[in-house]
T-cell receptor, first 114, second 112 residues
């Protein structure tokens, strides 16, 4: 079982829809949670960064973390064709004296049709 | 001005050859990384350096050797290339090890 699980999709939605992307994880030590967007043949770019549980909003994007359920979500409101990309969740344990690696999900491919 | 730049973008080479990929960041970050992304888009860490010191070394064949001459540069040398090494290799950097990364645009390595 992978440490971080993510449905690969593709997820197809019409323009203007609300999109929900999710990841589950098994390591209860994870404290730092991120979402990256990756366009085809490009490097991932950081969209959202949250620490511990709770919500964070940035424009049309909202990130939610539920540590009790080991579940994180990214919501995209008013989705646009330009949002079509692969969305990767990532997380790390952090803290302490040791350095902790960032563990990625496999990514969900999102397709927003005009 | 590119934040994290990798060269080359594309690399096609024969099995058994030795090749290098270079990475440079101009963000002033302390930590740099090499990640490998396979054909299923799964990103897996290979190495991490913090201020030129190796801090993460995952289970990677010793044919792969990273080198960090200074904190703005992290290169990856690969000896005796194999077919299974074909992938996209991403360099990334971050201000601290627990913060979000800035990725380069990737080096697409094809071994034939």
């Amino acid at each position: 079982q992978k440490e971080v699980e993510q449905d690969p999709g593709p997820l197809s939605v019409p323009e203007g829809a609300i999109v929900s992307l999710n990841c589950t994880y098994s390591n209860s030590a994870f404290q730092y949670f991120m979402w990256y967007r990756q366009y085809s043949r490009k490097g991932p770019e950081l969209l959202m960064y949250t620490y511990s549980s709770g919500n964070k909003e940035d424009g049309r994007f909202t990130a939610q973390v539920d540590k009790s359920s080991k579940y994180i979500s990214l919501f995209i409101r008013d989705s646009q064709p330009s949002d079509s990309a692969t969305y990767l969740c990532a997380m790390s344990a952090g803290g302490g004296t040791g350095f902790q690696k960032l563990v990625f999900g496999t990514g969900t491919r999102l397709l927003v049709s005009p | 001005d590119t934040a994290v730049s990798q060269t080359p973008k594309y690399l096609v080479t024969q099995m058994g050859n030795d090749k290098s990929i270079k990475c440079e960041q101009n963000l002033g970050h302390d930590t740099m990384y090499w990640y490998k992304q396979d054909s299923k888009k799964f990103l897996k860490i290979m190495f991490s350096y913090n201020n030129k010191e190796l801090i993460i070394n995952e289970t990677v064949p010793n044919r792969f050797s990273p080198k960090s001459p200074d904190k703005a540069h992290l290169n990856l040398h690969i000896n005796s290339l194999e077919l299974g090494d074909s992938a996209v290799y991403f360099c990334a950097s971050s201000p601290t090890v627990n913060y979000g990364y800035t990725f380069g645009s990737g080096t697409r390595l094809t071994v034939v």
